[in-house]
C-alpha cells in the first residue's frame, strides 16, 4: 500500500520560508516522478514542482526562482523548499507519487499572512 505522508507546513509571515518534506512507503520510490500541488481557497489544484525519477524538474510560473524542489531516495522523501513566501503562496500543499498510478499525501496547510 502506497502511503505519502505531507510535513511542515504552519503559519508564516509574508517573505518568510518553510520547508515541506514528503515521506513515502510502500513502492519503489527511486523509480517515481515526485511532485508538489497546491489548492487555494476557492481555486483549482495547480502544479507547484516536480521532480522526476531522473532528475529532471519543473516547477509552475508562479513559483520559479523562489521554490526548489528536491529529492532523498535514500530516506525516500520529497522536499519543497519555500522562500520569498507571498499571502497569495496560502494553500493546502500536496504531495503526489507517480509510478504507473498516481498517488496523493493528505496534505499540509501553508498560510502566509502578517
Known amino acids: 500500500q502506497v502511503q505519502l505522508v505531507e510535513s511542515g507546513g504552519g503559519l508564516v509571515q509574508p517573505g518568510g520560508s518553510l520547508r515541506l518534506s514528503c515521506a513515502v512507503s510502500g513502492t519503489i520510490f527511486e523509480l517515481a516522478d515526485m511532485g508538489w500541488y497546491r489548492q487555494g481557497p476557492g481555486k483549482q489544484r495547480e502544479l507547484v514542482a516536480t521532480i522526476a525519477s531522473n532528475g529532471r524538474i519543473n516547477y509552475g510560473n508562479l513559483v520559479k526562482g523562489r521554490f526548489t524542489i528536491s529529492r532523498d531516495n535514500r530516506e525516500r522523501r520529497a522536499f519543497l523548499q519555500m522562500n520569498l513566501l507571498k499571502p497569495e503562496d496560502t494553500a493546502v500543499y500536496y504531495c503526489?507519487?507517480?509510478?504507473?498510478?498516481?498517488?496523493w499525501g493528505q496534505g499540509t496547510q501553508v498560510t502566509v499572512s502578517s
Open positions: 503526489n507519487l507517480l509510478l504507473g498510478n498516481s498517488y
